[in-house]
């Protein structure tokens, strides 16, 4: 008696289609190019930002002096010549960071070309009774 040896059916191959890899490469390309602009345009914007700035500015100064605990209001000297205060006019020059912290009553004089605390006043808020 012949055996018969049993037939084994292997699965076909599928056909990988030429052009839905293509597709999917180039879907891939665009999607990483949206990525990477998008992620370059919100750097900028956080960059340009001016809080950001002030955050920088004021970061650099607590490195630079012992500053009091609270936040300051961050101001740039433009022109030096209008400023009329004593002590202060004698001290600045255009382009002068002056960081106000009014609760403690002092004025950081910060110049960023130089990388130094000019110098650091003590100022007192005229009184409102005064005329």
Partial sequence: MPTESPTVTLPAKRKTSRTGVVLLFIFIIILASFGAYSFSAWRKAVADNPLTAQ?????????????????????????????????????????????????????????????????????????????
Avoid at 84 to 107: C, H, M, Q, W
């Fill in 55 to 131: 955050h920088n500015v004021i970061q650099t100064v607590n490195r630079l002096a012992v500053t009091p605990n609270e936040t300051p209001q961050v101001a740039t000297v433009k022109d030096a010549s209008k400023l009329t205060a004593g002590a202060l006019a004698s001290v600045t020059k255009n382009g002068d960071v002056l960081l106000i912290y009014s609760k403690s009553s002092r004025i950081v004089v910060y110049r960023p070309s130089a990388h130094k605390v000019v110098d650091i006043l003590s100022v007192q808020a005229a009184s409102a009774t005064q005329k």
